[in-house]
């Protein structure tokens, strides 16, 4: 989330990280911010078994996301990809993340451009 080689830090990442552990339900904007090359809650805390849908929001050009360990902005317990890049504001991805462990992904065509997110995903009590 912070500064990298390959990337400036996420714009809208104030180094909180939003409790979303009681939510069944978890969607994530890609493409938020003033300038829509961010996601939004960039950093979230969820409980094991939980699904979460990144919902493109149109703004800032064509998005993906991806965590993909080779081409990562730090070490990730997942690897997940929505395919290429995508324009438009009908487009959703989900994921469901059934084991604890951190999963950091990007945006490939704004990694430089600090379009990084994360999802603490911890064991239901």
């Given amino acids: 989330m912070t500064e990298t080689d390959v990337g400036d830090a996420a714009k809208n990442y104030d180094g909180e990280i939003v409790d979303l552990r009681e939510e069944s339900d978890v969607s994530i904007d890609v493409g938020a911010g003033d300038d829509g090359l961010a996601y939004g809650p960039s950093a979230v805390a969820v409980s094991a078994g939980t699904e979460i849908r990144w919902?493109?929001?149109?703004?800032?050009?064509?998005?993906?996301?991806?965590?993909?360990?080779?081409?990562?902005?730090?070490?990730?317990?997942?690897?997940?990809?929505?395919?290429?890049?995508?324009?438009?504001?009908?487009?959703?991805?989900?994921?469901?993340?059934?084991?604890?462990?951190?999963?950091?992904?990007?945006?490939?065509?704004?990694?430089?451009?600090?379009?990084?997110?994360?999802?603490?995903?911890?064991?239901e009590e």
Avoid at 87 to 92: F, K, L, Q, V, W
């Fill in 55 to 123: 919902e493109w929001t149109g703004e800032g050009g064509a998005h993906n996301v991806e965590a993909e360990a080779d081409e990562q902005i730090g070490e990730t317990d997942y690897e997940f990809s929505s395919g290429e890049a995508e324009t438009g504001d009908d487009i959703e991805y989900t994921h469901t993340f059934d084991e604890e462990g951190i999963a950091l992904y990007h945006c490939e065509p704004h990694l430089s451009l600090g379009m990084k997110g994360s999802v603490v995903i911890e064991e």
